[in-house]
């Protein structure tokens, strides 16, 4: 069965640095997402991607954050300068058609010290 | 996206059927009742969806009444490997162009026990 892969599993970085969250999405969905979880709270929506752009983006999803899909596989979330409170799961999710059956990811632990 | 109630937690033990109810008393007419489950450190995982009356998978069954202001996740004869938080989500998913944010509430955390 196909799945959405991650990597790397676990990152850790320091404050004020740059990472790139790097994503494979299911090779014929059309629709890609980013989403994070803190530590025993919800899973939060971060942004879509459709047709080669954000199609909507949460308020958490600021000028530090930008998405890519540089090559038609990769899907890729980076934060420019990351901050203490960014340390999450962050999970990708991918979609053949608009319905909410949504594959995610098994995500990346990223840790901000 | 409508609103969803569900309870905090459940308990059960192996081999019971596991029912969870959600409640979600502005259903819009277009919107789909979908449900996923998560496990700890894992990306939540699509179980079912629904429009009204019943579905049925490999996995779960849900009922949805006439009114659809609920709806009622079926397990049947969970085991220990169905412990893991449970999401109802409400939504139309013809809404926008460009995909379908989804919006997790608390879920429900099942606890199966031998």
């Known amino acids: 069965e196909p799945e959405v892969t991650q990597t790397p599993s676990h990152q850790v970085t320091q404050m004020g640095q740059e990472v790139i969250l790097r994503c494979v999405p299911i090779?014929?969905?059309?629709?890609f997402y980013w989403y994070r979880q803190i530590l025993g709270q919800k899973v939060e929506f971060l942004v879509s991607?459709?047709?080669?752009?954000?199609?909507?983006k949460s308020e958490i999803f600021d000028d530090q954050f930008s998405v890519e899909r540089p090559d038609g596989s990769n899907f890729t979330l980076k934060i420019r300068s990351t901050k203490l409170e960014d340390s999450a799961m962050y999970f990708c999710?991918?979609?053949?058609?608009?319905?909410?059956?949504?594959?995610f990811g098994p995500g990346t632990r990223l840790t901000v010290t | 996206l409508a609103k969803t109630t569900q309870p905090i937690s459940m308990d059960s033990y192996e081999g019971q059927e596991v029912n969870i109810t959600c409640s979600h008393n502005?259903?819009?007419?277009?919107?789909?009742i979908t449900w996923y489950q998560q496990f700890p450190s894992q990306g939540p995982r699509f179980i079912i969806q629904g429009y009204k009356t019943k579905v049925t998978n490999e996995v779960a069954s849900l009922f949805i009444p006439a009114d659809r202001k609920s709806s009622t996740l079926s397990l049947p004869r969970v085991s220990l490997s169905d412990t893991a938080v449970y999401y109802c989500?409400?939504?139309?998913?013809?809404?926008?162009?460009?995909?379908?944010?989804?919006?997790f509430g608390t879920g429900t955390q099942l606890k199966v026990e031998l």
């Open positions: 989500l409400v939504g139309d998913p013809g809404v926008t162009g460009g995909g379908n944010k989804l919006t």
């Open positions: 502005n259903i819009a007419t277009n919107d789909y």
């Open positions: 999710a991918s979609e053949r058609d608009r319905g909410y059956e949504q594959y």
């Open positions: 090779s014929n969905h059309l629709y």
């Open positions: 991607f459709y047709n080669n752009e954000i199609s909507e």
